[in-house]
């Protein structure tokens, strides 16, 4: 008899983009927010805002509140700029890629 083989897949993350507390800071000034006020419309604290500006990296649960925002308000662009160039080549869905001719 042969011994079963088992598979251990490990799925990799992409990189965390370096530039994050830029693209926030874009995105505070092109919807009006300061930090404090970020953070009251995200319901975190103003020190969760303040270290995503110093580059730490935002949870799972606050990039989703985050990019709801942005995407609320017609900013995720700034956030995202693969979903600015999908959206600017007509394909709704981002996962999919630009529609094939």
Same mark, same amino acid.
């Given at each position: 008899?042969?011994?079963?083989?088992?598979?251990?897949?490990?799925?990799?993350?992409?990189?965390?983009?370096?530039?994050?507390?830029?693209?926030?800071?874009?995105?505070?000034?092109? *919807?009006?927010?300061?930090?404090? *006020?970020?953070?009251?419309?995200?319901?975190?604290?103003?020190?969760?805002?303040?270290?995503?500006?110093?580059?730490?990296?935002?949870?799972?649960? =606050?990039?989703?509140?985050?990019?709801?925002?942005?995407?609320?308000?017609?900013?995720? =662009?700034?956030?995202?700029?693969?979903?600015?160039?999908?959206?600017?080549?007509? =394909?709704?869905?981002?996962?999919? *890629?630009?529609?094939?001719?």
């Amino acid at each position: 008899m042969s011994r079963r083989q088992q598979w251990v897949y490990r799925v990799e993350p992409s990189p965390f983009p370096e530039d994050f507390p830029q693209q926030l800071k874009l995105f505070r000034k092109a *919807g009006g927010f300061t930090s404090r *006020g970020l953070a009251r419309r995200l319901r975190v604290g103003v020190r969760c805002v303040w270290r995503w500006n110093a580059g730490r990296k935002p949870d799972a649960g =606050h990039l989703v509140a985050l990019f709801n925002l942005a995407a609320e308000m017609g900013l995720l =662009h700034i956030l995202l700029p693969a979903a600015g160039e999908q959206i600017k080549s007509g =394909h709704p869905c981002m996962s999919c *890629g630009p529609p094939s001719a």
